[in-house]
Structures are given as structure tokens and as C-alpha cells.
């Protein structure tokens, strides 16, 4: 019963079933008492013409039938339906074949009664024709009008049901066009209306998650950029005293707002949807060799190095450019949080058409509290991890974005020896 399908159609089926019920019960109630009336009279008469018979003889019964109303339509018939007294109503065309005793229809509202003589050897029956005249059969039109009423009622309430929820999510709907982003439809049940009310709670849901995201997004931005538009203003005032510094300043500064401004044009994008992946065949072990090589070469100016241990050959179907700035993103941050004179270890497992990516600096870590919320734009955790480390917390958030849009997961956890342990799981070409 969870499927609408399965409601409508039992719903059309019980209306079929109680109109049949409900035409038979007519039928019954107009004709059925008449009929029941008539065999016990017919079975009464049957007794008196056997008691005659025993009594008598076949002449004693002979003359008692025809002392009887013409109107009766009695006949005495043997069990092959032959005549057994003279003169005789001729045989109706319907008549079985072996009479027995009961009710028998013989069409267009006509009935045959017939009822056995009690202790009469041969068997002989006593036989009562019924025509419609003598019926009071339900007219027509009272059968259709009948009818109509039941499907009617039964109908009613069906589309009474679906159209009561269909409602309900209209209403929800023209609310969400008004910009209510707080109701909600969905309700307890398997049919395919409630698990469109729940799809439309879900829709709502993300709805207001993207409306969020897009609030916070922007006030992160523009907070963001008052930090290096006030540095710019502040290296103008300088200019006037040392030229050359101020415009390294000013160019340095310029060079930041651009990062972040292309950073948040990623990031939007990523969000909504809109970014469109060229996907292309990844040899990933060739591109993390590269990804280590850079940034190895930037570690060195922090006293600190990048080791790739294990590198799986590994292929996948993605965006080579989108993969590179998400797992370079994870490293470049390790580099710039592990401590002088370590080294960030790298690895790349592949196995059962999955790839494993692991990136581990020697920091501090970060606080349990906030690990869920790393990948989030515009996150910066822990004393250790702050602004002096530089970026604007989005380079993690575009990893998070970009490996889901290759169908993969990211994750994050302080490992037990120190410091921070990034996943990143990546679907894989199947080997042929």
C-alpha cells in the first residue's frame, strides 16, 4: 500500500467490486424475496399434488393441477422435462435438459422454479414459470443512477486524498517562491506523493544551505578584502617618502587581491554547479610527482622538505587542471604549517579502482573541535594555523569542492605521532 499506483488501482478496483455488490444487493432486495416467496409456495403445492398422487393415483394428481389458476403456469414434469399429464404448456427453450430442484434464469427476466414431488416414483416436478410481470425488477435507470453513485463516492474520496496533498505542496511551493525558505511538506508514508514532499524538503534544504553559504561567502569577502585594500592605502601614503618600497608594497598587495578574488571565482562556481569539468584521462602517479617536485622547491626557502613515498600508477577520468589546484592546495598548506627542518610525506595508493592520497605535515595539528570545519571557505583554526601562515582559508575549500565534483571524499585527522593527516579518495579508471 505504499505505492499511489497500487492505491489507485485498488481504489478503482474496490468502486468495480462495490458496484457489483451494491447491484446484486439491489436485485436481491426488488426480486430476490418474490422468487424465495414463490419456490416455498411451489415446494407447498408440490407436497399436496405428491400427497394426492400417493393418495389417488396420477388422475387424482391430474385433476388438482387443473383446478389450479392458468395463471400460475403449472406444469408436472419428469426429470427429462417430458410432460408427465395432458395437455401440456409446450417445453420453454430454456429448460434444462435434467430437471432439478431450484431456480433456474430463462433470459430477459423471466425464471423457472421447479420443485420435486416428495416419495413419487418415477421422479416427477412440479414446474412454475415466472415472467417479468410478476418480478418487480429495479428499472434502468435506477441501475445506471446506481452505479454512477457508487463510483462516484468512492472516486470522490480517491481524488479527495491525492488532491488534499498536492495541495499542501502547492501551497509550500508558492511559499518558497515568496521567498519563505522555512516550510516544509513532508510527512510519514512510502507514496510516491510523500516522497515528492520529501524530495521538495530536501530541495528546500539545500536551497537555504546555498543561500547561506552565499551570505557568508560574501561577508568573508568583503572582510577580506578591507585587510589588503587598508595595506594599499597605507603604502600610497608611503610613496610619497620611499617610492620604490611602497610600490613593491603596493604590487605585492595587488598580486594578493588578485589570488583572492580568482580563489572566490573558483570557489562560487565550484558551489554552484557551473563548473564545467574537462574531463580527460589523469595519470594522478604523474601528477603528484610533479605537484612534489614544486613543492619541494618552495620548502626549501622554510628549511623544511616535500617527500613522495609510495606512487601508485594510477588513472582516472578528470579535470587535470581542477585536480592539480586541489591536491597542491593540501600540500602547499602542510609546507607552510609543518615545522622548520621536517618534511611533509606524501603517498599515492591505488587499489580496488580507488586511488588514496595522503598528505602529513609535522605541525601542531588542529583541534578536534574544528576539523569538520577545514574545508569550509574562509576557515583558519588553531593559534598555529593562522594568518601568519598566509593564504585566506581557501585553498582547503576548493579541494573539498573540487574532489567532490570528481565524485571523490576529502577528510582530515592529527596523527597519533603529530601533526595533520589529509585524505583524499579518488574513483579510478577501471584497468581493462
Known amino acids: 500500500m505504499n505505492s499511489l499506483f497500487t492505491k489507485i488501482f485498488l481504489a478503482f478496483w474496490l468502486a468495480a467490486v462495490l458496484l457489483g455488490f451494491t447491484l446484486f444487493g439491489v436485485s436481491r432486495l426488488f426480486g430476490g424475496e418474490v ?5 416455498r409456495t411451489l415446494e407447498s403445492r408440490a407436497a399436496t399434488a405428491a400427497a ?79 415472467e417479468p410481470g410478476q418480478l418487480p425488477l429495479t428499472p434502468w435507470w435506477l441501475r445506471l443512477l446506481i452505479a454512477a453513485a457508487v463510483t462516484g463516492l468512492v472516486s470522490y474520496g480517491l481524488a479527495a486524498l491525492l488532491t488534499r496533498r498536492l495541495r499542501r505542496l502547492r501551497r509550500a511551493a508558492q511559499a518558497l517562491a515568496a521567498g519563505d525558505l522555512s516550510v516544509r511538506v513532508g510527512r510519514s508514508g512510502g507514496d510516491e506523493v510523500e516522497a515528492l514532499a520529501r524530495d521538495f524538503d530536501q530541495m528546500t534544504d539545500h536551497l537555504r544551505d546555498l543561500l547561506d553559504a552565499q551570505k557568508r561567502l560574501l561577508r568573508d569577502v568583503s572582510h577580506e578584502l578591507r585587510s589588503p585594500l587598508a595595506r594599499l592605502r597605507i603604502a600610497l601614503e608611503l610613496a610619497e617618502r620611499d617610492k620604490e618600497k611602497s610600490l613593491q608594497r603596493i604590487a605585492k598587495e595587488a598580486d594578493e587581491l588578485e589570488a583572492l578574488i580568482a580563489d572566490v571565482l573558483s570557489l562560487a562556481r565550484l558551489e554552484s554547479g557551473q ?38 600508477a594510477a588513472i582516472l577520468s578528470g579535470d ?12 602547499r598548506n602542510a609546507v607552510r604549517h609543518t615545522a622548520p627542518g621536517t618534511t611533509v610525506t606524501v603517498e599515492l595508493h591505488s587499489a580496488n579502482n ?12 588542529v583541534p578536534e573541535e574544528a576539523i569538520s570545519r577545514m574545508f569550509e571557505p574562509f576557515t583558519r583554526v588553531g593559534e598555529a594555523r593562522e594568518r601568519a601562515g598566509g593564504g585566506y582559508g581557501l585553498g582547503l575549500a576548493i579541494t573539498g569542492r573540487a574532489v567532490q565534483a570528481h565524485g571523490g571524499s576529502v577528510s582530515a585527522e592529527n596523527h597519533p605521532e603529530g601533526g595533520l593527516l589529509v585524505s583524499i579518495r579518488l574513483p579510478t579508471t577501471p584497468r581493462t
Do not use: K
Not at 89 to 100: A, E, G, L, S
Open 52 to 130: 394426492l398422487w400417493q393418495e389417488g393415483g396420477m388422475m387424482a394428481a391430474a385433476r388438482w393441477l387443473r383446478s389450479q389458476p392458468e395463471s400460475l403456469r403449472l406444469q408436472l414434469l419428469d426429470e427429462n422435462g417430458e410432460p408427465v399429464l395432458r395437455p401440456h404448456m409446450p417445453r420453454h427453450p430454456r429448460m434444462p435438459q435434467v430437471i432439478t430442484p431450484g431456480v433456474h434464469p430463462a433470459g430477459r427476466g423471466r425464471v423457472i422454479l421447479a420443485a420435486m414431488l416428495p416419495n413419487v416414483e418415477p421422479p416427477a416436478f412440479l414446474v412454475q414459470e415466472l
Open 354 to 365: 580507488a586511488a588514496l592520497i595522503t598528505v602529513r605535515d609535522q605541525g601542531g595539528g
Open 275 to 312: 563548473s564545467v569539468l574537462e574531463r580527460r584521462e589523469v595519470a594522478l602517479h604523474e601528477l603528484m610527482q610533479q605537484i612534489v617536485t614544486d613543492a619541494d622547491f618552495e620548502a626549501e626557502a622554510r628549511g623544511c622538505s616535500v617527500d613522495l613515498g609510495a606512487n601508485d
Open 320 to 331: 587535470p587542471v581542477l585536480l592539480r589546484s586541489a591536491i597542491e592546495n593540501v600540500v
Open 35 to 39: 422468487i424465495a416467496e414463490a419456490q
